[in-house]
Antibody, heavy 123, light 106 residues
Framework: EVQLVESGGGLVQPGGSLRLSCAAS????????IDWVRQAPGKGLEWVGR??????????EYAASVKGRFIVSRDDSKNSAYLQMNSLKTEDTAIYYC??????????????WGQGTMVTVSS | DIQMTQSPSSLSASVGDRVTITCRAS??????LGWYQQKPGKAPKRLIY???SLQSGVPSRFSGSGSGTEFTLTISSLQPEDFATYYC?????????FGQGTKLEI
């Protein structure tokens, strides 16, 4: 079964850090990119960032709202991706989802999502 | 950034109705658009990719159309399980952007 499972969410104080993980199974991880999407309570979906695969240089993209504070990365040996969140703000409070995507789009683009992990930034 | 303007933001309908949701992009996104359904407490589920391709396993009452900057999701005959929130997503350029969502209610 193709699956993504997020972990690592929790309560953190403003200015703090947290690292989320996304464990993949059931597909060839290193053929895919991993994107992170978040959803603040009662709000819509916001794309956060992308980690490309080795064939595309492990390069990254970010939304302006998180650039310079968040880092996306991956470990192909563990079939896992990560979202390192630093200098957290109250407005980063959200459910964070990981989803897979593919170079050039296509049928495997954003078609599998994790269940999400909740991050609460509060003092 | 490409803005995705989705309308309506909410929609009241009945079982059996035909409904249409629209997303308008602020610039040409070619065919790099998908539609997603989200139910409360659940992750988004992809319905349509590349504007009009139906995700495997999704009922054929869902369809997508459009090109360039204007796109539509149509549900031909609403079923009880279709009451949810729907989003479009453009992945033509960075940052990828979602529409604001359409809450489909009874």
């Amino acid at each position: 079964e193709v699956q993504l499972v997020e972990s690592g969410g929790g309560l953190v104080q403003p200015g703090g850090s947290l690292r989320l993980s996304c464990a993949a199974s059931g597909f060839t991880f290193n053929d895919h990119y991993i994107d992170w999407v978040r959803q603040a309570p009662g709000k819509g979906l916001e794309w956060v960032g992308r980690s490309r695969n080795k064939a595309n240089g492990y390069t990254t993209e970010y939304a302006a709202s998180v650039k310079g504070r968040f880092i996306v990365s991956r470990d192909d040996s563990k079939n896992s991706a990560y979202l390192q969140m630093n200098s957290l703000k109250t407005e980063d409070t959200a459910i964070y989802y990981c989803t897979r995507s593919t170079p050039g789009g296509g049928p495997n683009n954003f078609n599998v999502w994790g269940q999400g992990t909740m991050v609460t930034v509060s003092s | 950034d490409i803005q995705m303007t989705q309308s309506p933001s909410s929609l009241s309908a009945s079982v059996g109705d035909r409904v249409t949701i629209t997303c308008r992009a602020s610039q040409d996104i070619r065919n790099e658009l998908g539609w997603y359904q989200q139910k409360p407490g659940k992750a988004p589920k992809r319905l349509i990719y590349a504007v009009s391709s139906l995700q495997s396993g999704v009922p054929s009452r869902f369809s997508g159309s459009g090109s360039g900057t204007e796109f539509t999701l149509t549900i031909s005959s609403l079923q009880p399980e279709d009451f949810a929130t729907y989003y479009c997503l453009q992945h033509n350029s960075y940052p990828h952007t979602f529409g604001q969502g359409t809450k489909l209610e009874i």
